[in-house]
């Protein structure tokens, strides 16, 4: 009997389930599974590779506790293994802070210590340690191995690590880090596998989904991205505000006399797309509606893309790929439409039908930028990880 990893992707707007077999180099995936937060009754939907359903439990109304849950999540892969051995979960861990910066088997003290970074990201950092917790309860004695966010960008050095405040800070742990870390590794791996000389070009991946950002790719290794001590920095996201003038909070606070909390919930869930259209923060309703403002928050959401694409091209000295990923990035063509016109002038030029048809290559001939579109899988970056912790130890 082959053992297995469970892995669990506790974005902002969902939770991803993979159920991956580690005997092979490469983790297979078994079957996977979604919770969608974004629909009006949660409910867990585990289907298997081909995509056809397996098991589907709803959320008992009223409760974000999810214990029952997953307890029944549990029962079904259990069933499911008939007798294979569930050999550990993986988690994404949003925030590793300056301690956690590989993947780590899970212990009461690292829980602690992931818990205190919860300020540096307030909306995730409880969401992935919940499911920690409920494994924990459930499953004492099953071995639990976090995979970090910002692991991908432990490298960030000087200039684009930095913030321009006393360097005191600094020293204490107040910098750059960045996210989306097991995105832009899977999609630096994709790359790879395409074709080896990717490895030497100089590439923007532009992971856009609920949360956004972007990572200057060279060597395969982060060395620029738009995310900074915390994922509220950078784009324009569904209900964050990305990158804004410091003096705005001051003035909230000082003179609209605002409490900490709500210019925290202000600017972590009641900007972005969902701020300015005033009507959604799903990119999806935005693009359908022909209200102004919708027209407005996409309008601001693309030029902030390709406005930062440019900072990480300075970083890089140039551009030679762009690669779209993310909910948003995969299935918007007419927003990678509006974000390659904008680049224009940086040598991005796309090929219209190619990217309504959702191709992998998306760059006109001759564009001397290539654009491509590849789906991201960040449970297959944390299967990989366990596989590896569990084999080798590292
Ligand atoms: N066909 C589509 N067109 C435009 N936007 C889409 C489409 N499908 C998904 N999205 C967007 O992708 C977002 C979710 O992206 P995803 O990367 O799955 O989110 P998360 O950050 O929760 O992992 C949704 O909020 C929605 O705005
Ligand atoms: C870090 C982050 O923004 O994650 P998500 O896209 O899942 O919100
Ligand atoms: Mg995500």
């Not at 007798?83 to 829980?111: D, E, S």
């Not at 790359?191 to 856009?208: E, G, M, N, S």
């Amino acid at each position: 009997m082959s053992d297995s990893v469970l892995v669990l992707n506790a974005g902002s707007s969902s939770i991803k389930f993979g159920l991956f077999d580690i005997a092979p180099a490469e983790p297979k995936l078994q079957c996977r599974g979604l919770l969608d937060e974004q629909e009006k009754v949660p409910r867990i939907v585990m289907s298997d590779a081909s995509g056809r359903q397996l098991f589907e439990r709803r959320r008992p109304s009223g409760t974000s506790e999810d214990n029952g849950l997953f307890s029944d999540v549990f029962a079904w892969i259990e069933d499911y293994l008939a007798g294979g051995k569930l050999a550990a979960v993986g988690h994404r861990i949003v925030h590793g802070g300056r301690a956690f910066y590989r993947p780590v088997v899970i212990t009461g003290q690292a829980i602690a210590a992931l818990e205190a970074l919860t300020p540096l990201a307030p909306l995730h950092q409880p969401r992935c340690l919940a499911p920690v917790r409920a494994v924990q309860s459930l499953r004492p004695q099953l071995t639990q191995i976090a995979c970090f966010d910002t692991a991908f960008h432990h490298g960030l050095a000087p200039p684009a690590s930095r913030f321009a405040i006393p360097r005191h800070f600094e020293e204490r742990g107040i910098r750059r880090y960045g996210f989306h870390g097991l995105s832009f590794e899977y999609v630096a791996s994709q790359l790879a596998a395409i074709a080896p000389q990717w490895a030497d070009k100089r590439v923007v991946v532009a992971h856009l989904g609920n949360g956004a950002s972007l990572c200057a790719l060279q060597k395969g290794n982060s060395v620029d991205t738009t995310m900074g001590l915390t994922p509220l920095d950078g784009l324009v996201m569904g209900t964050r505000c990305g990158t804004i003038d410091p003096g705005v909070l001051l003035y909230l606070l000082q003179e609209e006399r605002m409490s900490v909390d709500d210019v925290q919930h202000l600017l972590y869930e009641g900007s972005g797309l969902l701020g300015v259209s005033g009507l959604s923060a799903d990119m999806r309703a935005l693009l359908a509606s022909q209200k102004p403002e919708a027209r407005e928050a996409v309008d601001l959401f693309t030029f902030r893309v390709a406005a930062e694409v440019a900072v990480m091209a300075n970083t890089l000295a140039g551009l030679d790929g762009l690669v779209f990923t993310g909910g948003i990035g995969e299935h918007a063509a007419d927003i990678r439409q509006r974000v390659c016109d904008r680049l224009s002038w940086l040598g991005v030029s796309i090929d219209t039908a190619a990217n309504a048809q959702g191709e992998q290559r998306i760059a006109a001939k001759g564009s001397p930028v290539d654009v491509l579109v590849i789906p991201t899988n960040e449970e297959v970056s944390i299967a990989r990880h366990c596989r590896s912790l569990l084999r080798t130890g590292r």
